[in-house]
T-cell receptor
Framework: GESVGLHLPTLSVQEGDNSIINCAYSNSASDYFIWYKQESGKGPQFIIDIRSNMDKRQGQRVTVLLNKTVKHLSLQIAATQPGDSAVYFCAENMGRDTSYGKLTFGQGTILTVHP | DADVTQTPRNRITKTGKRIMLECSQTKGHDRMYWYRQDPGLGLRLIYYSFDVKDINKGEISDGYSVSRQAQAKFSLSLESAIPNQTALYFC???????????FGSGTRLTVV
């Protein structure tokens, strides 16, 4: 989930396990959500997105779940691999106005996968 | 070649100096953004531009300015750098109806 202060949440898993990364978003009017992966020394990379009219969306080895009632987003990674080790960010698009495309990012979660 | 290229990759500068970070893209996207990343604080929006004639302030624009020289180029300037502007800076682009951003590899700026 969201962190407080300067310490990012961390998740450590064994290779082959499933991982669940959580995110609480702030704006009930947000209509679009994205998960990004950031590896050390690189820019964030798009993983998967979901619109507010959906509860679940699946990609390759990843699933995003959206619970609008409690403003909660999760990213599930199946059969986690060492290459999945990275910082994961959720992002929300704040509303349906002309500023569509201006994302607000969460603080991130560090995922470490042990062989 | 990368879709979004940032230069320089690393820069150390002194307090009070003016510095420009550059971003160019080959995606053909109209929308470009500058974000700042600090440990534990995620990415925060500095400025954004939805087309060549459009410039908008983000949540932390104080101390920064931008220039959109062309569709493909969006530069960020620190007029008088200060140590708390030490951070990792990312440029990103997006298309109107497509999902997500494409990020550059970042510029690590240190102000001493």
């Amino acid at each position: 989930g969201e962190s407080v202060g300067l310490h990012l949440p961390t998740l450590s898993v064994q290779e082959g396990d499933n991982s669940i990364i959580n995110c609480a978003y702030s704006n009930s009017a947000s209509d679009y959500f994205i998960w990004y992966k950031q590896e050390s020394g690189k820019g964030p990379q798009f993983i998967i997105d979901i619109r507010s009219n959906m509860d679940k969306r699946q990609g390759q080895r990843v699933t995003v779940l959206l619970n609008k009632t409690v403003k909660h987003l999760s990213l599930q990674i199946a059969a986690t691999q060492p290459g999945d080790s990275a910082v994961y960010f959720c992002a929300e698009n704040m509303g349906r106005d002309t500023s569509y495309g201006k994302l607000t990012f969460g603080q991130g979660t560090i995922l470490t996968v042990h062989p | 070649d990368a879709d979004v290229t940032q230069t320089p990759r690393n820069r150390i500068t002194k307090t009070g100096k003016r510095i420009m970070l550059e971003c160019s893209q080959t995606k053909g996207h109209d929308r470009m953004y500058w974000y700042r990343q600090d440990p534990g604080l995620g990415l925060r929006l500095i400025y954004y531009s939805f087309d060549v004639k459009d410039i908008n302030k983000g949540e932390i624009s104080d101390g920064y300015s931008v220039s959109r020289q062309a569709q493909a180029k969006f530069s960020l300037s620190l007029e008088s750098a200060i140590p708390n502007q030490t951070a990792l800076y990312f440029c990103a682009t997006s298309d109107l109806d497509k999902s997500g951003y494409t990020f550059g590899s970042g510029t690590r700026l240190t102000v001493v």
